[in-house]
């Protein structure tokens, strides 16, 4: 879960992530999946000495800087964009799958419970986005992304254009050029193959393809 600590989070726009090298993930394509998959993050900043968060469904652009960039969009009446400086870095936190782990799974039971997670934490530049042209290429992408074909076919053109051009000018975009990119994987790998195994065997039993999944490329990875 994101720590709630509002120190940590301040402290964190200058700070890496604390990740054992064993639980460490920096393949960018590996990350990049977890956002797309798990796209609704946080979007943290600070602003005089104090942190402001907001919930946002983002895109990413692999091409577009250096390492890539995250796409978004605020609700105008939002004051948290208003408050970005673009010299500034902010840090934008993703979720993805994650369990309670409990020693019962293991050969020696005589042990803590752990918790597993995958999280992606990025940290970048932002740029505000207000051009009607931008926003509606923006807004056309998101929707396009997740309307996919096996979802819908429903299409932002369906919107009648003079209602479409009021709810464009209640947002605004956001562009964040990423700097930093890291990963936490943390699925066990600190543990032996047989109590890897033994959870894989318990998470498929349970539904949680989400997790095995991951643990199983895992292992297959060391061998």
């Known amino acids: 879960m994101v720590c709630a600590n509002l120190n940590y989070i301040v402290s964190y726009l200058k700070n890496s992530m604390y990740t054992p090298s064993s639980f460490k993930e920096e393949n960018p394509e590996i990350l990049f999946h977890l956002i797309e998959e798990y796209n609704f993050g946080i979007l943290f900043s600070q602003h005089q000495e ?20 995250l796409i978004a969009h605020f609700a105008k009446a939002n004051k948290h964009w208003k408050s970005f ?4 870095e902010v840090l934008a936190v993703f979720q993805g799958p994650h369990t309670y782990i409990s020693p019962a799974w293991y050969k020696n039971r005589a042990e803590v ?7 992606v934490h990025v940290i970048g530049k932002p740029k505000i986005v207000t051009d009607p042209g931008d926003l509606t290429e ?3 992408e998101l929707t396009h992304f997740h309307e996919k074909p ?7 053109d369906e919107v009648p254009k003079k209602e479409f051009d009021t709810d464009l000018k209640a947002i605004v975009g956001l562009v964040i050029e990423i700097t930093k990119i890291e990963g936490k994987f943390k699925f066990n790998q600190n543990k032996s193959t047989e109590d890897q195994q033994s959870v894989i065997n318990k998470m498929d039993s349970l539904g949680r393809t989400d997790i095995s999944s991951i643990m ?7 061998k």
């Not at 400086?85 to 500034?88: I, L």
């Not at 199983?216 to 060391?222: Q, V």
């Open 50 to 69: 104090r942190p402001e968060a907001t919930h946002l469904p983002f895109l990413v652009h692999r091409e577009k800087g250096p390492q890539g960039s």
């Open 85 to 88: 400086d673009e010299s500034k």
């Open 150 to 156: 096996e979802h819908s076919d429903w299409k932002l």
């Open 138 to 140: 923006m807004v056309t």
């Open 216 to 222: 199983k490329n895992n292992l297959h990875s060391k």
């Open 113 to 119: 419970p752990t918790w597993n997670y995958a999280t």
